[in-house]
Each structure stands twice: as structure tokens, then as C-alpha cells.
């Protein structure tokens, strides 16, 4: 039972380079978000998305891009890579928008 | 803006002393409030939801409380397999119908239990 993968696990990034940040589930949830996690704070919400198709922004969107073709996977991109985007950063989902979220284990992302 | 105060911010504890941890928060309306283990380097797992004032759940030795401006959750005869860090985490119903953001997390509680 796989519940909600991310890759990679680990990553450093040059300024100004940019990834794609990948999130599959095997739940079949419809909701699914993009937090980041930095030390002292608490985990802050980038994007996320109601199901296929559907995308809105969180708390903290600037220098990310998400899409939504298809119910399992909800892939980030970060575009122009810059220190401040040195973070943690975790996929969840959800089966309904009252349910509790499921999380990835997170992907380490440096920026140098 | 919602506020999700967790304290204390670290606690130690010996193997079987019981103790509790505090999540106070302010929202305009609690659609539910949600209790998360994190283990060093992995997601948080989820552990409890509560909903209304006066609701209680518990799991082993963990036990979730709410009344209408905090939760507990107090930890009876921990265990060092009990270390990790709690968060916990609001639903406001009102910023949910504004900007459909989902949950607002506190900072954490980070737990070690001494054998």
C-alpha cells in the first residue's frame, strides 16, 4: 500500500536552475496539496488542487507552478530556483476536504 | 488570520512520566481540529480528529482533547518509541469557503522520552 510517493527524496539545485517536484497516490483522493516545512515554522501551503483539473494557490504560491491532468499525480514546479525556496517539501492528500491528509516523505530541496 | 500556537515547544521526558501538550487556537469557525506525529526526515502521520467541544479520542497511550480554544494531547506512560514531533493542525470554515486552504499548522511540539 503505497498511499502518496514523492521524488526525489533529496535534491540540490544552482540558483536560477528549475525541477519538477514529483507527487503520485494510489488512493484515488480527489484532493491533494503542496506544503513546505521550514525550521520554526509551520508547514505552509503552496498549492493545491480539488481534483483533476482543478487548481488554486495556498498561503505561499510565488515561484511555483502545479498541474493537475490527472486524478493520481500532482506534480510542483519550481521555475528560477532561489535560496529562499531551500526547504522541506511534502505532497498529501486527502479523501474529502473534512478528512484527514495523507503526506509523502518529503522531499529535501537545497538551493545554492 | 488564524493563529495555531503549540507549546511547549520541546519536553523531555522520562520513561512513564505522563504529561500533556497544548494546541491553542483562534479561528472564526472550527471545521476540525487534527493531531500529527513526524518522525525525524519522514511526513507527519496522522493520529487523531476532533471536531466539537467536549470530544475526546484516544490511541494507546495518547489521548486528544478539545474545548473550544485549545486541545490536549496527553501522553500517559510514554514509551521512547513515543519521540517525534506533534502537530497539530486547524480546519477554519470560514477561511476554507474564502480561500479553500485547507489546514494551518502549528509549529510542533517536539517529544523525547528518556528510557
Known amino acids: 500500500n503505497a498511499g502518496v510517493t514523492q521524488t526525489p527524496k533529496f535534491r540540490i539545485l544552482k540558483i536560477g536552475q528549475s525541477m519538477t517536484l514529483q507527487c503520485t497516490q494510489d488512493?484515488?483522493?480527489?484532493?491533494m496539496y503542496w506544503y513546505r516545512q521550514d525550521p520554526g515554522m509551520g508547514l505552509k501551503l503552496i498549492y493545491y488542487?480539488?481534483?483533476?483539473?482543478?487548481?488554486d494557490k495556498g498561503e505561499v504560491p510565488n515561484g511555483y507552478n502545479v498541474s493537475r491532468s490527472t486524478t493520481e499525480d500532482f506534480p510542483l514546479r519550481l521555475e528560477l530556483a532561489a535560496p529562499s525556496q531551500t526547504s522541506v517539501y511534502f505532497c498529501?492528500?486527502?479523501?474529502?476536504?473534512?478528512?484527514?491528509?495523507?503526506f509523502g516523505q518529503g522531499t529535501r530541496l537545497t538551493v545554492v | 488570520e488564524d493563529q495555531v500556537t503549540q507549546s511547549p515547544e520541546a519536553l523531555r521526558l522520562q520513561e512513564g512520566e505522563s504529561s500533556s501538550l497544548n494546541c491553542s487556537y483562534t479561528?472564526?469557525?472550527?471545521?476540525?481540529l487534527f493531531w500529527y506525529r513526524q518522525d525525524p526526515g519522514k511526513g507527519p502521520e496522522f493520529l487523531f480528529t476532533?471536531?466539537?467541544a467536549g470530544e475526546e479520542k484516544e490511541k494507546e497511550r495518547l489521548k486528544a482533547t478539545l474545548t473550544k480554544k485549545e486541545s490536549f494531547l496527553h501522553i500517559t506512560a510514554p514509551k521512547p518509541e513515543d519521540s517525534a514531533t506533534y502537530l497539530c493542525?486547524?480546519?477554519?470554515?470560514?477561511?476554507?469557503?474564502?480561500?479553500?486552504?485547507?489546514?494551518?499548522f502549528g509549529t510542533g511540539t517536539s517529544l523525547t522520552v528518556i528510557p
Open positions: 479561528v472564526s469557525g472550527l471545521r476540525g
Open positions: 488542487s480539488v481534483g483533476a483539473g482543478i487548481t
Open positions: 476532533l471536531y466539537s
Open positions: 493542525a486547524v480546519q477554519d470554515n470560514g477561511e476554507w469557503l474564502h480561500t479553500g486552504n485547507q489546514f494551518y
Open positions: 488512493m484515488n483522493h480527489n484532493y
Open positions: 498529501a492528500s486527502s479523501y474529502t476536504m473534512n478528512t484527514e491528509a495523507f
